[in-house]
């Protein structure tokens, strides 16, 4: 998936330190799409937690992705889940 860019979250995480956070690209690393299941990476910029992955479904307009990240240590955090929307 090459050229393609993760960046751009909401308000919600307005104090968190992470590139896509503050609006900046990041690129999006071993993207997958298999039938309507994808997924995807992307660093985070951020220290405690440098990589974050992406996976889930795509349906119609719709993305709904579970979000996790994993930390130096190994240790994987649940970070969230979000609903991306194509804008047409």
Known sequence: MPNRRCGGASDQFADAPYNFIEGKDSEILDGKVDGDTISFGCLSGAHDVPRLEFQGKVDGD???????????????????????????
């Open 62 to 88: 719709e993305m709904k992705l579970t979000i996790t990240g994993t930390a130096p240590d190994g240790v994987v955090y649940q970070l969230g889940e979000v609903i991306a929307k194509r804008v047409r």
